[in-house]
């Protein structure tokens, strides 16, 4: 099984940088994926990190450390669309076609003028 | 727009009665993924389908069951609800491959209200 730990909720404001954290445990990892939800819509994606070290995407970093078990998304020069739910997710070595992914509960951030 | 597209938008309905919720995957994706989405929890994976066959199992309950048809959409349905099955839930689709990255594109999945 795995269990992945991130905060419940983060405010930040207008412009600032905030950074979201993720911890987990699980037996075999194989991948992180951070998605970003607003509310009542689709996941969609953000960043994917399977080897440590930091992956940039324009306003967006996702860092890795397995040995550790932690990962974080940065998200620079922060804009109010930002405000949403920010979803880490786990994915374990596959058997065979199996790509399941198991989901952290969610870091609501809220973005303040 | 992810290319994933569910029916439909939103359900009402009464306990005890059966719902059909569908999915079509995106162009080229095989797999298909069933998550539900409720307040109190997170989003919970239920059932993965490749290429017409059950991959992976998750928290499913045996009132729920799934499939997918040779034209890759699936079908989740939910039978006996309860008010408890009251939640969002989401399909998702990816190709599997041997890319590591393999990423899973959401729906937007179908709001169910059980009354």
């Known amino acids: 099984g795995q269990n992945i730990d991130q905060p419940t909720e983060m405010t930040a404001t207008e412009g600032a940088i905030v950074q979201i954290n993720c911890t987990y445990q699980?037996?075999?990892?194989?991948?992180l994926f951070w998605y970003q939800q607003h509310a009542g819509e689709a996941p969609t994606f953000l960043s994917y990190?399977?080897?440590?070290g930091l992956e940039e995407k324009g306003r967006f970093s996702s860092f890795l450390s397995r040995s550790k078990g932690y990962s974080y998304l940065l998200l620079k020069e922060l804009q109010m669309k930002d405000s949403a739910s920010y979803l880490c997710?786990?994915?374990?070595?596959?058997?065979?076609?199996?790509?399941?992914?198991?989901f952290g509960s969610g870091t609501q951030l809220t973005v303040l003028p | 727009d992810s290319g994933v597209t569910q029916t439909p938008k939103h359900l009402i309905t009464a306990t005890g009665q059966r719902v059909t919720l569908r999915c079509s995957p995106r162009?080229?994706?095989?797999?298909v993924y069933w998550y539900q989405q409720s307040l109190d929890q997170g989003l919970q994976f239920l059932i993965q389908?490749?290429?017409?066959?059950?991959?992976a199992k998750g928290n499913i309950l045996e009132r729920f069951s799934a499939q997918q048809f040779p034209d890759l959409h699936s079908e989740l349905n939910l039978s006996s609800l309860e008010l408890g099955d009251s939640a969002l839930y989401f399909c998702?689709?990816?190709?599997?491959?041997?890319?590591?990255?393999?990423?899973?594109?959401f729906g937007p999945g179908t709001r169910l209200t059980v009354l």
């Open positions: 998702a689709s990816s190709v599997v491959t041997g890319e590591s990255t393999d990423t899973q594109y």
């Open positions: 699980t037996s075999g990892f194989n991948g």
């Open positions: 990190n399977v080897l440590d």
């Open positions: 997710a786990v994915r374990e070595i596959p058997s065979g076609s199996a790509r399941q992914l198991t």
């Open positions: 162009s080229g994706d095989l797999s």
């Open positions: 389908y490749y290429n017409g066959e059950e991959r």
